[in-house]
């Protein structure tokens, strides 16, 4: 769950920093306080797209940063963080810096990581629940998903193996396609096979030649320097007054007193042994400058032949290694190509098996999903009438597509919301307020299967007032027993049953406007309630918000 959330510079929020708790925490304020700007900070940290717009003006940056408390039963979230090789703790952060140039900087657990991995990892820690995600709802796409987040592992396990078995038949079928061109495309094909096979293997390659080749041209384009500078440390070494004649004179003159002392012995026996030394450096010098020739006709050949084999790393790859792999993938094209019946007729009996088995584990995921389907359907009704909306029907209309890595389900809920009526799509008969008490349906029965630690609530409650506004204010404190509720909120049935109540508003400071957050206290919370109920600010309303209190935590004694 979330321990602490702080912001610094985002919208008109300068510096905030709050500690949430478990169980059910509300957030609430006046009209355009800022309690988006709390669900987009949050939204930051889950990865959505980090608008520069958000911003406080004036700033070059803005910085999030939320404090998570991770479960040992999170199994999802683990798998994750050690998939990216972060370590786990029992306190995790994860922050995001957003700058004006558009950088985005994001660290889990003090380690830098991509957008795509913060977003992985942070998917794992919250859900948030908002408008978007009721006109998501309406969308036939997001139906499918709900089902099989409601299915059991076995769907789960069928669902990989679909993926697995279409990425094969995907792959067969691309196989065929290529080897299923007309005559003259083959014919061309071949022709160009040819002709870059014939061109590589006339070349005869060999692998390190280039590097031998260019060191050889090296040494031939500076053949007189070489020369000159071996000839000259021979004649150092060898010449009449060379290095060797010199010893020679030395050793001589220690053994002329060898005798007298044993320390001129051993000099002269050194100095003999650094003249033969010496003696065969000069030798092999020699020899040396002897070899090194300057031949024009040996040089155009080298440079012939080193221009050959760049014009076949431009056509072919960067260094003879590639040039050869080229050849090798060629080589195998224009067998196949040139056997394509034979290969061809022998995918099209592949193609027709993996069409087959991936037909039958299709079906068998869609005799699955209706299953669970059916079992959701039920369970929505269920929640539906807790929520006041008794009679109210739901089913899966299941239609079959072409095959992908998903299997073959297209399907659609549909709604009778009222006794005698017919099913109808969702999006065709809900009106604003019954999305929100469908969306609260299924995320109420989702949640019971997910490990996600803490559930955010946008105003989920538009378009709800009254009895039903006190029945949603039950069903999301039922949620909150089992994982962190955070619920941003414009009602007072919601904000009284909350076990801590945040209140968000706007202060004028320094000619500046600045969002604040702070958790109310004692009467306070009865205040808040009271300005939810009807905005007026007297002893009868605030003790109305009292009784609103004292109603929830007799209500909530009873369903927790």
């Given at each position: 769950m979330i321990l602490e959330l702080y912001i610094k510079n985002i919208a008109i929020i300068g510096e905030l920093r709050v500690r949430f708790g478990d169980g059910f925490n509300v957030l609430s304020g006046e009209t355009g306080a800022g309690k988006s700007i709390i669900?987009?900070?949050?939204?930051?940290?889950?990865?959505?797209?980090?608008?520069?717009?958000?911003?406080?003006?004036?700033?070059?940056?803005?910085?999030?940063?939320?404090?998570?408390?991770?479960?040992?039963?999170?199994?999802?979230?683990?798998?994750?963080?050690?998939?990216?090789?972060?370590?786990?703790?029992?306190?995790?952060?994860i922050s995001r810096e957003l700058s004006a140039s558009g950088k985005n900087i994001c660290r889990i657990g003090g380690r830098l990581v991509s957008l795509s991995v913060l977003r992985e990892v942070a998917s794992h820690l919250v859900n948030i629940y908002g408008q978007n995600q009721q006109q998501q709802l309406l969308d036939d796409k997001s139906h499918l998903a709900l089902i099989d987040a409601f299915a059991d592992e076995e769907a789960a396990q069928l669902r990989e193996q679909v993926a697995a078995t279409f990425a094969q038949y995907a792959q067969t079928r691309a196989k065929l396609s290529s080897l299923q061109k007309d005559a003259a495309e083959k014919a061309r094909m071949l022709d160009l096979l040819n002709y870059q096979i014939d061109e590589i293997e006339r070349a005869s390659l060999k692998n390190g030649e280039e590097e031998e080749l260019s060191a050889e041209k090296t040494k031939m384009l500076h053949a007189e320097k070489i020369a000159q500078n071996l000839n000259e440390a021979k004649d150092a070494l060898s010449g009449a007054e060379g290095a060797v004649s010199q010893l020679y004179a030395a050793i001589h003159a220690l053994q002329a007193i060898a005798s007298l002392d044993e320390r001129y012995e051993k000099l002269a026996a050194g100095l003999n042994d650094a003249y033969y030394a010496v003696e065969e450096a000069s030798y092999d010098i020699g020899a040396l400058a002897e070899d090194v020739l300057f031949d024009e006709g040996r040089l155009a050949v080298l440079e012939e032949r080193l221009a050959a084999i760049s014009s076949l790393k431009r056509k072919y790859g960067g260094s003879i290694e590639e040039i050869l792999a080229f050849l090798e993938n060629a080589q195998q094209d224009y067998e196949e190509l040139e056997h394509s019946e034979i290969r061809m007729a022998e995918l099209e009996k592949q193609l027709e098996s993996e069409e087959s088995t991936l037909a039958l584990l299709s079906d068998r995921l869609t005799a699955q999903r209706k299953a669970s389907g059916e079992k959701l359907a039920a369970q929505i009704a269920r929640e539906l009438g807790d929520l006041g909306m008794n009679g109210a029907q739901i089913a899966c209309d299941f239609r079959k597509k072409d095959y992908s890595a998903n299997g073959c389900d297209e399907v659609s809920l549909m709604v009778s919301l009222n006794p005698g009526q017919p099913l109808r799509h969702l999006s065709k008969v809900a009106s604003g307020g019954e999305v929100s008490r469908i969306m609260l349906a299924i995320k109420s029965i989702v949640a019971q299967r997910e490990a996600i630690g803490t559930m955010i609530f946008d105003e989920i409650d538009t378009g709800i007032s009254g009895r039903m506004a006190q029945m949603v204010a039950q069903k999301i404190a039922k949620i909150s027993s089992a994982r962190q509720v955070i619920c941003v909120t414009h009602l007072a049935q919601l904000a009284a049953m909350g076990d801590r109540n945040f209140f968000i508003e706007k202060v004028q400071k320094d000619g500046q406007t600045y969002t604040t957050l702070r958790q109310l206290q004692g009467d306070e919370v009865a205040e808040e309630i009271a300005r939810l109920s009807g905005g007026i600010h007297s002893e009868a309303a605030i003790a109305h918000g009292r009784e609103l209190l004292a109603n929830a935590k007799e209500i909530k004694k009873q369903i927790l």
């Open positions: 669900v987009d900070s949050m939204n930051l940290i889950l990865g959505s797209r980090g608008d520069r717009e958000l911003i406080k003006f004036g700033e070059q940056s803005a910085y999030v940063e939320a404090q998570f408390s991770c479960e040992p039963n999170q199994k999802e979230l683990l798998e994750a963080m050690q998939e990216y090789g972060i370590e786990p703790e029992e306190e995790l952060i």
